[in-house]
T-cell receptor, first 115, second 110 residues
Framework: EAEVAQSPRYKITEKSQAVAFWCDPI?????LYWYRQILGQGPELLVQ????????DSQLPKDRFSAERLKGVDSTLKIQPAELGDSAMYLC?????????????FGNGTRLTVT | DAKTTQPTSMDCAEGRAANLPCNHS???????VYWYRQIHSQGPQYIIH???NNETNEMASLIITEDRKSSTLILPHATLRDTAVYYC???????????FGTGTRLTVIP
């Protein structure tokens, strides 16, 4: 079964440094999502793309976070500068299309630790 | 999207059916009920979804009450690999975001 690929699997960085995460969705999936999951809580949406366009970034802290999906395929999420409170699991998901009948397929995430 | 309420944790004996309840008393007519689970250190995994009718697939069965105010996810023969956090989510037709909440932590006991 096709999977959503994410890298790196783990990342440790010092506060004020820049960090980037990469996601390759399932081939043919037009919709891509970045979620953040703090330990003990459920995932929360940061940004959603439909092809290369941002559909929803209302929960993305835009002063330090940025996301792009230039060719409508893979995507990068960046944090600059990282803060201690950014320590979390960053999950990427994709779906065939937006809507109720398109379940999300998640990658296994990047666990970020900011020291 | 309607808020869902789930028990914080449940135990189930290996080989027995696991019945995970979810309350969604404010669900609207165009909101689907989705179930995902998250095994430790992995991303969430889609299990099943439904609107009004009961649904079954290779992983589980979903029973939705007639008034749609609650549902139950059934894992017919739980195994140790089913130990995970299970999320019940009400999703509006065409909605972009899944609100996961904190889910139910299911522990399958040998």
């Amino acid at each position: 079964e096709a999977e959503v690929a994410q890298s790196p699997r783990y990342k440790i960085t010092e506060k004020s440094q820049a960090v980037a995460f990469w996601c390759d969705p399932i081939s043919g999936h037009a919709t891509l999502y970045w979620y953040r999951q703090i330990l003990g809580q459920g995932p929360e949406l940061l940004v959603q793309f439909q092809d290369e366009s941002v559909v929803d970034d209302s929960q993305l802290p835009k002063d330090r976070f940025s996301a792009e999906r230039l060719k409508g395929v893979d995507s990068t999420l960046k944090i600059q500068p990282a803060e201690l409170g950014d320590s979390a699991m960053y999950l990427c998901a994709s779906s065939l299309r937006t809507g109720y009948n398109s379940p999300l397929h998640f990658g296994n995430g990047t666990r970020l630790t900011v020291t | 999207d309607a808020k869902t309420t789930q028990p914080t944790s449940m135990d189930c004996a290996e080989g027995r059916a696991a019945n995970l309840p979810c309350n969604h008393s404010t669900i609207s007519g165009n909101e689907y009920v989705y179930w995902y689970r998250q095994i430790h250190s992995q991303g969430p995994q889609y299990i099943i979804h439904g609107l009004k009718n009961n649904e079954t697939n290779e992983m589980a069965s979903l029973i939705i009450t007639e008034d749609r105010k609650s549902s139950t996810l059934i894992l017919p023969h739980a195994t140790l690999r089913d130990t995970a956090v299970y999320y019940c989510i009400a999703v509006q037709t065409g909605a972009n975001n899944l609100f996961f909440g904190t889910g139910t932590r299911l522990t399958v006991i040998p």
